[in-house]
Every structure is written in structure tokens, then in C-alpha cells.
């Protein structure tokens, strides 16, 4: 079965559309310290600020995503890339305190919700062979959120007191908002008039108990909790990361937000990696390899200086002394990026598996609680870090979050494998094992 005329076209444009909403949904993970400079803000105020915007960009997914199996995402997705450009252009323009940035990042973070409706538009697409490539290939998208990270700075410093376009757009941190309020536009009206009608792929009207009845089993909220760690995580250090350079490592806000990007790029990219695999090997196969690679480089993370003691006739010694500097940091940063970007694929390409009548709600709620912890953790990271005094405490919550997912994973599977085979369980320890594959 070959995927519908026009599909790369829906594709191409609404990765395009996605790219650009996430850049705005997490662009306060860079303006956020101009910001602070400018208005005094605390950083626990400076926290808040990017949680409210990850806060709006999560909790409209599961409406959003249902809307776009009943009209269409092509209608929602050009819909809500004008809707997102208003307070874009205000964020700009207005004369601001510190309630009106909470206010406007809460309207901008809208732009986060465009996720399920991507989904459910582009797996109306294509083929079940195809769809872990194809949403994998969406989800790549998330490199959006390394964009302000490479233009914000230099931009930033670059057109202090300047003013363009007559105005339209101002200088300083103010020009960030102002450019993607005219993307926004843009691409709006790009894919109005590029991309073919969806009507023929709409799904005939239910009432909506029928379209959330899948939302009551068990293993949809299992895997809203797995793309809690890939996603919400992900999200969560996107933002929180170059403020952590700066203050652990003091770093300059430029190479900070470099620094962070070499995170954000293979937990983006390697999304299509993710989905090609999943349709090749399976996504239980590499939610395992996904969440133990995790867990090492948390472990390292969450512990970045240390020393064994050994007893000796002497007295304890203290042997082999180890510390993380910004580089072996970084890299470990790096490898958990890469298995974020190949787990977030793996997760849902269980969707239209297990769901393929339901991708938008089902896809929806995945897509909300996990963009929800996005919304939670960074507020939690201050807090952690105020109750325990250290900045690794960040890590520490991550490994032990990753830690409770692979164990409710593998507890689930090793419960499934009793169920299909009752009788194995009681011979594991005397059945020959190569007759049976193992």
C-alpha cells in the first residue's frame, strides 16, 4: 500500500510548521536571562516564566488532537500558527511588567500544542508500514528548540537599541518575538495554499465517549508516562540547560546556549532514526535500550565529583578522585539526547499500532502529560535544588523518573510474557532452552 498523493508535501510543511512552533513555544529558555537582567526577576520568577508557556503548549493537545481527526489538521494547524503570532507581536511591542511577560509567555506557549495535531494529520497520510518514519520525521520538529538557542544570542546583542522594518520588529531580546510573529504568518499561509484538502480523510463523526473510550486502559497512561521522561524531560532541560551552564559552569549566555544545543540536535534528529527502527525491530526493543542508556548517563550526571574509600591499616583513603568538567558533561548530556530523540519516536509509534481509530485522542493525552512534565519539572528542579543545596539534583530526579519507568516497563512485559506462555514459567529451570528460542 503506498502512501496518499500529496503526503510529502503535508509532511515537508507541517515538520516545517512544527520546527517553527516549538521555537517559539521554548524560546524563553534563551530570553529568559535577558529578561531576567532587564526586570529583575528572581530566578525562581524566571522558572515560572518558561513553565507557563510549556504549561499552555501541553494542555490543549488531547482537544486539539480529536479536532484534527474531525476536521482536518490542515484547518487547525494554519488556524492555530495565526493564533500563536498575535501575542508573538505583542510580547514585542507592549510596555511590560513582570504579570504581562507571565501573561503573554502563557498565550505564546499555545504554539506547543501543534504536536498532536501533526500526529493525528500526518498518520491520515500514510500506511502503517510507513508511519513510524513518517512521525518520526514530524517529530524532528523538536530541533526548533535549538533555533533561538543559535540566533537568540547573537541576534540579541546585535540589535541592542536597534529598530526594522519601520519598526515592526525591535531590536534587543524584543526582536526574537517580533521575526517569528512574521514566520508565523508566513508559514500560515504556505501551507493554506501548498498542501491538498483533507476532507477525504476525516474521520466520520462519533460522539466524543466513543472517541475518549481508548483513553481508559491502563496502557495509555503507561505510555503518557514514558514520553514523560523522552519528551517532557527533554523539554524541561531544553529550557532549564543554559541557565545551569551559566550558573554551575559561568558560562557567557552565547556558548551556553551552544552548549545546550549539541543536546537539543540528537534528541531532535535522530527522531526519523526512532521511527525507521521502530518499524524495523520494534519500539518495545528500543524503549529498553532507550531508558538503560538513560539510566548510566543520569548516574554519572547526577554524581559528577566523587571518590572511593578504601579502609586501610592507616585509616579510610581516598582513592581515585573524579569530577565532570563542561565537556565530559556535555557529552553525557549528548547521550542522553541521543536516546530521547530515538525514544520519543519509539513511543508513539505504539499509537497507531494499538490505536490506529484513535491516534488524535490517544496521541493527544501521550502528547499533553508528557509535555506536562515539561511544565513540572523545571519549578521542581528549584525546588530540589533549594532543599538539597546541589545542582546535580537536577539529574537525580531524571535518573530516578527513568528508573520508575523501566521498571513499570519490564514488570508489564514480563507479566504479558507469563500470560502467554502460563506453562513456561514452571519449567524455566528444566525445559531445554533451545527448543524454545531463548
Known amino acids: 500500500m503506498k502512501s496518499r498523493v500529496g503526503s510529502g508535501r503535508v509532511l515537508t510543511l507541517s515538520t516545517c510548521a512544527f520546527t517553527l512552533m516549538f521555537a517559539v513555544w521554548l524560546m524563553f529558555g534563551v530570553l529568559g536571562i535577558p529578561i531576567q537582567k532587564e526586570f529583575g526577576i528572581t530566578d525562581s520568577q524566571l522558572a515560572w516564566l518558561s513553565a507557563v508557556a510549556i504549561l499552555n503548549g501541553s494542555i490543549w493537545r488531547l482537544l486539539l488532537g480529536i479536532l484534527a481527526d474531525r476536521i482536518g489538521g490542515k484547518k487547525v494547524t494554519v488556524a492555530m500558527l495565526l493564533v500563536t503570532s498575535i501575542p508573538a507581536y505583542l510580547l514585542a511591542h507592549l510596555e511590560l511588567t513582570y504579570t504581562w511577560l507571565l501573561i503573554l509567555a502563557f498565550f505564546v506557549g499555545f504554539a506547543g500544542n501543534l504536536f498532536s495535531v501533526g500526529i493525528a494529520w500526518n498518520s491520515h497520510w500514510f500506511d502503517r508500514s510507513r508511519q513510524g518514519f513518517a512521525l518520526g520525521v514530524f517529530g524532528a520538529g523538536n530541533v526548533g528548540a535549538s533555533a533561538t538557542k543559535f540566533i537568540g544570542p547573537a541576534v540579541i546583542a546585535g540589535t541592542v537599541g536597534g529598530s526594522y522594518l519601520g519598526g515592526i520588529i525591535p531590536g534587543g531580546w524584543r526582536f526574537v518575538p517580533a521575526l517569528y510573529a512574521i514566520l508565523l504568518v508566513l508559514t500560515a499561509i504556505a501551507i493554506q495554499f501548498l498542501t491538498p484538502t483533507d476532507s477525504e480523510h476525516l474521520q466520520k463523526a462519533r460522539p466524543l465517549r466513543q472517541m475518549f473510550a481508548p483513553l481508559k486502559y491502563l496502557q495509555v497512561w503507561r505510555f503518557s508516562f514514558y514520553y514523560v521522561i523522552v519528551f517532557g524531560a527533554y523539554v524541561a532541560l531544553a529550557s532549564w540547560m543554559p541557565k545551569y551552564y551559566v550558573s554551575v559552569y559561568e558560562l557567557e549566555l552565547q556558548n551556553a546556549a551552544l552548549l545546550t544545543a549539541l543536546f537539543i540536535f540528537p534528541a531532535s534528529l535522530l527522531?526519523?532514526?526512532?521511527?525507521?527502527?521502530?518499524?524495523?525491530?520494534?519500539?518495545?526493543?528500543?524503549?529498553?535500550?532507550?531508558?538503560?542508556?538513560?539510566?548510566?548517563?543520569?548516574?554519572?550526571?547526577?554524581?559528577?565529583?566523587?571518590?572511593?574509600?578504601?579502609?586501610?591499616?592507616?585509616?579510610?583513603?581516598?582513592?581515585?578522585?573524579?569530577?565532570?568538567?563542561?565537556?565530559?558533561?556535555?557529552?553525557?548530556?549528548?547521550?542522553?539526547?541521543?536516546?530521547?530523540?530515538?525514544?520519543?519516536?519509539?513511543?508513539?509509534?505504539?499509537?497507531?499500532?494499538?490505536?490506529?481509530?484513535?491516534?488524535?485522542?490517544?496521541?493527544?493525552?501521550?502528547?499533553?502529560?508528557?509535555?506536562?512534565?515539561?511544565?513540572?519539572?523545571?519549578?521542581?528542579?528549584?525546588?530540589v535544588r533549594g532543599w538539597t543545596g546541589l545542582p546535580q539534583s537536577t539529574f537525580i530526579v531524571l535518573f530516578l523518573l527513568t528508573l520508575v519507568a523501566a521498571l513499570w516497563m519490564h514488570v508489564v512485559i514480563v507479566k504479558m510474557l507469563h500470560q502467554a506462555s502460563p506453562t513456561l514459567k514452571n519449567k524455566i529451570d528444566t525445559v531445554n532452552l533451545e527448543k524454545v528460542g531463548i
Not at 295 to 310: E, H, M, R, T
Not at 311 to 333: C, H, I, K, Q
Open 271 to 383: 527522531r526519523p532514526l526512532g521511527g525507521y527502527l521502530s518499524d524495523k525491530i520494534g519500539a518495545r526493543r528500543l524503549m529498553y535500550g532507550t531508558f538503560v542508556s538513560m539510566l548510566i548517563a543520569l548516574l554519572f550526571l547526577a554524581a559528577p565529583f566523587g571518590y572511593i574509600v578504601l579502609n586501610t591499616p592507616d585509616g579510610p583513603r581516598e582513592v581515585l578522585p573524579y569530577s565532570l568538567g563542561v565537556m565530559p558533561f556535555t557529552a553525557l548530556l549528548f547521550i542522553v539526547g541521543c536516546s530521547m530523540g530515538i525514544g520519543k519516536a519509539a513511543v508513539f509509534k505504539h499509537i497507531p499500532e494499538y490505536f490506529p481509530n484513535d491516534v488524535g485522542a490517544v496521541g493527544g493525552l501521550v502528547g499533553t502529560l508528557g509535555a506536562l512534565g515539561g511544565f513540572i519539572l523545571p519549578p521542581l528542579f528549584v525546588s
